[in-house]
């Protein structure tokens, strides 16, 4: 089955960069959707289709993908950034929808 | 508004049965396929199962196949998730998710599924 590998934490500074990576195989040739999970809330979605932002998301938040990793950057980021952020994406071979591990993102 | 309303969580035995509901409203709820995704205490999310937006395509985790079944009835705007033969590990807070076109753009509030004696 396929499998989608996150880093567990990432830290980072108010107003610093946090970049939270997804790997998997082959990942270029499939499209990586990012959400976000405040504690004791509902995922959010932050990015689809590898770069794409649904309204209302901030232009902090951008992805990119590079060989097999997937990468969602949050610029500037703030004390409400923290929160758990997951990739996704669908894997046509066993048509199931595949989720990473999930990274806690913590702002010190 | 544009919400998923969700319905249907509780306690059940092992080897209990269960139906999880999820009903929409403000979106057009016909035209877009819908998921279930679980997220078991203190562990991440787990996609449970998908159907398309005719009920065409239907798709499960390989963990809940055979014993749960997902299905719509886009005259109500309703989703359900119908489960049985429950185990220990099926618990987790339950999610809707409907994908618009991109990603699972709009989720429920979930609801919690506890299998314990």
């Known amino acids: 089955s396929y499998v989608l590998t996150q880093p567990p934490s990432v830290s980072v500074a108010p107003g610093q960069t946090a970049t939270i990576t997804c790997g998997g195989g082959k990942i270029e040739s499939r499209n990586v959707h990012w959400f976000q999970q405040r504690p004791g809330q509902a995922p959010v979605l932050v990015i689809f289709y590898d770069s794409d932002r649904p309204s209302g998301i901030p232009e902090r938040f951008s992805g990119s993908k590079s060989g097999n990793t997937a990468t969602l950057t949050i610029s500037r980021v703030e004390a409400g950034d923290e929160a758990d952020y997951y990739c996704q994406v669908w894997d046509a071979d066993s048509d199931h929808w595949v989720f990473g591990g999930g990274t806690r993102v913590t702002v010190l | 508004e544009v919400q998923l309303v969700q319905s249907g969580g509780g306690l059940v035995q092992p080897g209990g049965s269960l139906r999880l509901s999820c009903v929409g409203s403000?979106?057009?709820?016909?035209?877009?396929?819908l998921n279930w995704v679980r997220q078991a205490p203190g562990k991440g999310l787990q996609w449970v199962a998908h159907i398309g937006t005719s009920s065409s395509n239907i798709y499960y985790a390989d963990s809940v196949k055979g014993r749960f079944t997902i299905s719509r009835d886009n005259a109500k705007d309703s989703l359900f998730l119908q489960m049985k033969n429950l185990r220990a590990n099926d618990t987790a807070v339950y999610y809707c998710?409907?994908?618009?076109?991109?990603?699972?753009?709009?989720w429920g509030p979930g609801t919690t599924v506890t299998v314990s004696s």
């Open positions: 403000g979106i057009a709820f016909g035209s877009n396929s």
């Open positions: 998710a409907s994908r618009t076109g991109g990603g699972m753009d709009l």
